[in-house]
């Protein structure tokens, strides 16, 4: 009998606590950063260079951020700034900037037309340009059927050298190895996607 009554004591104190938080819920509200300024921009190398930097909200307050990269104006090559907000229930989101650190023979070069992958799928990369050293193509990886999931930014920094840096694409991560070109003739990389394998890929100019 006495165990049958410590059985429902601790059955009526486990319903009890059961019954307070059945109806508890968490609610947080995500951190949110707005980019002021370009998210992708290229500058001459030699020329001054200051972060414009974000705004970070919690809701609608005004949250602090880090910072993490720089930009070095005076060696060529492309730069990512990363920006972090973490609210107040420890969730955090990060958004990155892209600098082109540029060369004037460079900047010089219209890589932009159509170039086609010499294996594979034989697919066609459409390339634009969106200002001298900042480019665009739709078909990263060659493959036959490209669009918006397969588009990516890239710097060319020098004269026979591209960089494609770490982006997201449509939630999906892309960037480039090993990229190099040769101005009206072809250019070259290593795709860096689970989606993709290891081997240089190369577009020759249509």
């Given at each position: 009998?006495?165990?049958?009554?410590?059985?429902?004591?601790?059955?009526?104190?486990?319903?009890?606590?059961?019954?307070?938080?059945?109806?508890?819920?968490?609610?947080?509200?995500?951190?949110?950063?707005?980019?002021?300024?370009?998210?992708?921009?290229?500058?001459?190398?030699?020329e001054s260079y200051t972060d414009p930097g974000v705004e970070a909200f919690e809701g609608e307050t005004p949250i602090e951020y880090t910072t993490t990269?720089?930009?070095?104006?005076?060696?060529?090559?492309?730069?990512?700034?990363?920006?972090?907000?973490?609210?107040?229930?420890?969730?955090?989101?990060?958004?990155?900037?892209?600098?082109?650190?540029?060369?004037?023979?460079?900047?010089?070069?219209?890589?932009?037309?159509?170039?086609?992958?010499?294996?594979?799928?034989?697919?066609?990369?459409?390339?634009?340009?969106?200002?001298?050293?900042?480019?665009?193509?739709?078909?990263?990886?060659?493959?036959?059927?490209?669009?918006?999931?397969?588009?990516?930014?890239?710097?060319?920094?020098?004269?026979?050298?591209?960089?494609?840096?770490p982006q997201n694409v449509l939630g999906n991560e892309f960037a480039a190895v090993d990229a190099t070109v040769i101005p009206g003739t072809s250019y070259?990389?290593?795709?860096?996607?689970?989606?993709?394998?290891?081997?240089?890929?190369?577009?020759?100019?249509?």
């Open positions: 009998m006495l165990a049958l009554m410590c059985f429902a004591s601790v059955f009526l104190a486990s319903c009890e606590k059961d019954e307070d938080t059945a109806d508890v819920s968490f609610v947080t509200t995500y951190p949110t950063i707005e980019l002021t300024g370009e998210q992708w921009d290229a500058i001459m190398v030699g990269g720089s930009v070095d104006p005076n060696t060529p090559g492309a730069y990512v700034i990363t920006y972090t907000a973490t609210n107040s229930d420890g969730f955090s989101t990060s958004v990155r900037r892209y600098v082109g650190v540029i060369t004037p023979e460079a900047a010089a070069i219209d890589l932009s037309g159509q170039y086609q992958r010499n294996a594979g799928a034989l697919g066609v990369s459409t390339v634009i340009r969106l200002e001298p050293g900042l480019y665009q193509t739709n078909n990263i990886g060659g493959i036959g059927a490209p669009g918006p999931a397969t588009t990516v930014n890239f710097f060319h920094p020098t004269v026979n050298n591209l960089v494609v840096p070259s990389w290593s795709v860096v996607n689970p989606g993709y394998g290891t081997v240089l890929r190369t577009f020759v100019k249509l």
